[in-house]
Each structure stands twice: as C-alpha cells, then as structure tokens.
C-alpha cells in the first residue's frame, strides 16, 4: 500500500477519535498527518514524512491547540448588583466584629460583620467581602 494512503487513513481515524473525544489534540494531528499524506503524494521520502508529521504535530499543538481551547471555553458571565461587591476589596470604617460594624466597597458603605464571628477587625484594615447577607456585607481580614 502506498504511503500517501496510509497517512490518509490515519487522518481519517485521528479525525474520527477527534470527534468522540473532543479534545482538538487528535484532530490537529489528523491534520498534520494529511499534510504528511500530501507530501507523500508528491514523492517525500519514508524517513522525511515522519519528521514532517513529527514538526507539524509539535507546532500545532504548540501554537494552535491553546488558541483553540481559548476559544471553546465559555465566556464568564458578568456579575451584577450586590453579586459583583463579593470577592471585591473593602476598608474597615468603623469596628466589625461578629454582630456589627461599617465598612466603604468602593465609593460606598455598608454595615458589616466580621465572617468569622471571633474576629474583631480594627478601623482602617483591608478586608475581603466574602458573601452579602440582605444589606449587610460579611467580611474577613486580607492576609
């Protein structure tokens, strides 16, 4: 059987298991082993169209595969209302402890308790804001 087929053959089953397996790596070398099948067509020796489909495999899994899983990844969805205020950076007003304290997000502020009810945080440190609770921000000291 003819090189050139064989190479074909090959990117037909690397694109098939591409399919099932949806990973683009095996599809990327189904390419790479039909552009190995082409340049076997016209003539390349044995020896070379292995290093040919060796450089092709390696630079499209290199440089195509991470743009191509970029791509496939969604989208994050954009967080409104008080879901945007969590893991945002807010500074200590007035004391937060377990029960009671205020604290600026950004241009604003808002009543606060400390997430870990044991904490007494003083005025003036940097805090996390873990989770909103109504119109109460909970909060926990940054390391």
Known sequence: MEPWLLWLIAAAGLAVAEVFSLTAALGLLAAAAAVTGGAAALGLPVP??????????????????????????????????????????????????????????????????????????PPGTAVDVIEISGSTALVYPRE
Request: proline share 3%; net charge positive.
């Open 48 to 121: 070379w169209q292995f290093l040919l489909f060796t450089a092709v495999a390696a630079l499209s899994l290199l440089f195509v595969r991470p743009t191509v899983l970029r791509r496939l990844q969604p989208a994050q969805e954009a967080r409104f209302g008080v879901d945007a205020l969590i893991g945002r950076v807010a500074y200590v007003v007035s004391e937060v402890s377990g029960r009671d304290g205020r604290v600026r997000i950004g241009g604003e502020e808002w009543t606060a308790r400390a997430y870990d009810e044991t904490l007494v945080i």
